[in-house]
C-alpha cells in the first residue's frame, strides 16, 4: 500500500517546455487535488477532481491543465512552462470532497530555467 | 486569495521545552486542520477541528479553535528531536470545499 506516488521527484526545464506531471493513489480515494508550494507561502490549490470525471479551478489554475485519467491517477500538465512555475509540486486524495483528510504524495520539485 | 498568517515563522527551542504556534485569518472558518511536514515529504495530517471553542489532543499535540472561528493553536508538550520541522494550518469555510493553508511555522528542536 503504496499511498499516494508522484513521478518525477525533481524535474528541470526551460522556458517553453511541456511536461506533465504524474499521480497516482491506490488508497481508491475519489477525490484528488494539485497543490504547489513556494517558499514562504502555504500550499495553494491549482485544480481538483471532486469525482472520477470531474476536475474544477482552484486558487492558481494559470498556466496549467489537469487529466483524471481513472480513480486511481491524476496528471498535470504544463503546457509552456514559465519562470514563475518553479516551485515545489503536491498531489494529494481523499476519500470524498466532503472528508477532511488529505493524503499527499512525496513531491515533485520543479526549476523553470 | 485567502491567506492564513502563521506565527512564528521559525522557532529554535530545548528538548524538553513546550511549543505553542498560531494561525490567524481574516475571515471566519468552519474547520481548521494542522499538518506537519518533514524535509522532503507532502504534509501529514495532526489534528483537526470542527467547532469553535474545540480543543483536541493527539499524544504531545493539542490544538485549540479560536472562539472568533477566525484563529486556531497549535501546541506541543516536552518537544522531542523528531519534532522537527514545518507546521502548517488550513482552514475551510464549508465542508468540502477549499482548504487554505497557513505560510507555516519552522521548528527546530536542539537536543
Known amino acids: 500500500n503504496a499511498g499516494v506516488t508522484q513521478t518525477p521527484k525533481f524535474q528541470v526545464l526551460k522556458t517553453g517546455q511541456s511536461m506533465t506531471l504524474q499521480c497516482a493513489q491506490d488508497?481508491?480515494?475519489?477525490?484528488m487535488y494539485w497543490y504547489r508550494q513556494d517558499p514562504g507561502m502555504g500550499l495553494r490549490l491549482i485544480y481538483y477532481?471532486?469525482?472520477?470525471?470531474?476536475?474544477d479551478k482552484g486558487e492558481v489554475p494559470n498556466g496549467y491543465n489537469v487529466s483524471r485519467l481513472n480513480k486511481r491517477e491524476f496528471s498535470l500538465r504544463l503546457e509552456s512552462a514559465a519562470p514563475s512555475q518553479t516551485s515545489v509540486y503536491f498531489c494529494?486524495?481523499?476519500?470524498?470532497?466532503?472528508?477532511?483528510?488529505?493524503?499527499f504524495g512525496p513531491g515533485t520539485r520543479l526549476t523553470v530555467l | 486569495g485567502q491567506q492564513l498568517n502563521q506565527s512564528p515563522q521559525s522557532m529554535f527551542i530545548q528538548e524538553g521545552e513546550d511549543v505553542s504556534m498560531n494561525c490567524t485569518s481574516s475571515?471566519?472558518?468552519?474547520?481548521w486542520l494542522w499538518y506537519k511536514q518533514d524535509p522532503g515529504e507532502g504534509p501529514v495530517l495532526l489534528i483537526a477541528?470542527?467547532?469553535?471553542?474545540e480543543l483536541t489532543s493527539n499524544g504531545r499535540l493539542t490544538a485549540q479553535f479560536g472562539i472568533t472561528r477566525k484563529d486556531s493553536f497549535l501546541n506541543i508538550s516536552a518537544s522531542i528531536p523528531s519534532d522537527v520541522g514545518i507546521y502548517f494550518c488550513?482552514?475551510?469555510?464549508?465542508?468540502?470545499?477549499?482548504?487554505?493553508f497557513g505560510t507555516g511555522t519552522s521548528l527546530t528542536v536542539i537536543p
Open positions: 494529494a486524495s481523499s476519500e470524498s470532497p466532503s472528508t477532511d483528510t488529505q493524503y
Open positions: 488508497m481508491n480515494h475519489n477525490s
Open positions: 477532481s471532486a469525482s472520477e470525471g470531474t476536475t
Open positions: 475571515s471566519i472558518f468552519n474547520t
Open positions: 477541528l470542527y467547532k469553535a471553542g
Open positions: 488550513a482552514g475551510s469555510r464549508n465542508t468540502g470545499n477549499q482548504f487554505y
